[in-house]
């Protein structure tokens, strides 16, 4: 089992910056593909970001490309999302999930989630 455990979220205002981290424990971390996915309210839960193991292939979804980067760091057993230029659209609730393999977009195929934290962005 692996538990992860979300921090960071706050209210921003539009143009701001925030700084997700996820911490890991229960097994060893660096094997596993770690990503971010959020969900905005009546909204299905989205891709964000993702990372492999060894931190050298990233993934980003279309929306946040050029503005969030996903990194990670295995000493510490934590993956981090940093947001630039946070528009009023990227509020949502954000999840840190973990997998040993399968599709990096893909939210069924992740195996650990943490409980998420809320990023609320205002204009």
């Known amino acids: 089992q692996v538990q992860l455990v979300e921090s960071g979220g706050r209210l921003v205002q539009a143009g701001g910056s925030l700084r997700l981290s996820c911490a890991a424990s229960g097994r060893t971390f660096s094997p596993y593909t770690m990503a971010w996915f959020r969900q905005a309210p009546g909204k299905e839960r989205e891709f964000v970001a993702a990372?492999?193991?060894?931190?050298?292939?990233?993934y980003y979804a279309d929306s946040v490309k050029g503005r969030f980067t996903i990194s990670r760091d295995n000493a510490k057993n934590t993956v981090y999302l940093q947001m630039n230029v946070l528009k009023p659209e990227d509020t949502a609730v954000y999840y840190c999930?973990?997998?040993?393999?399968?599709?990096?977009?893909?939210?069924?195929?992740?195996?650990?989630w943490g409980q998420g934290t809320q990023v609320t962005v205002t204009s």
């Open positions: 990372i492999s193991g060894s931190g050298g292939n990233t």
């Open positions: 999930a973990g997998h040993r393999r399968g599709s990096y977009y893909c939210s069924s195929e992740y195996d650990y």
